[in-house]
């Protein structure tokens, strides 16, 4: 079983910075193969793809809203993903789920590992 942790919500100023981590642990796994992606999801929203990073290279792909405003990156030694969010507007505000998946990239249906999520909130 592998268990995705995330950190770094909270309530920031519209304008400002937040820095979403998502560290796994658990059994282990080809990280190499995995696809790794952010998803966010406001109240009375479905949940929506935001980015992804493939392990295997690198390439990292995002949604059209967030492009040049988020950044996805991965720290290998710790089975790490981030999530720099900059120029934060108040249409940002939802809770931020960190997922895994060795055939995927921004459905969410495919998938297979989520974390519990971490709230973002922004303030005007």
């Known amino acids: 079983q592998v268990q995705l942790v995330e950190s770094g919500g909270g309530l920031v100023q519209a304008g400002g910075s937040l820095r979403l981590s998502c560290a796994a642990s658990?059994?282990?796994?080809?990280?190499?193969?995995?696809?790794w992606g952010w998803f966010r999801q406001a109240p009375g929203k479905e949940r929506e793809f935001v980015a992804a990073?493939?392990?295997?290279?690198?390439?990292?792909y995002y949604a059209d809203p967030v492009k040049g405003r988020f950044t996805i990156s991965g720290d290998n030694a710790k089975n790490t993903v981030y999530l720099q969010m900059n120029s934060l507007k108040s249409d940002v505000a939802a809770v931020y789920y960190c997922?895994?998946?060795?055939?995927?990239?921004?459905?969410?249906?495919?998938?297979?590992?989520w974390g519990q999520g971490t709230q973002v909130a922004v303030s005007s």
């Open positions: 990073i493939l392990w295997s290279g690198g390439s990292t």
């Open positions: 997922a895994a998946t060795e055939y995927g990239l921004s459905c969410v249906a495919r998938y297979d590992y």
């Open positions: 658990g059994r282990t796994f080809n990280s190499y193969a995995m696809t």
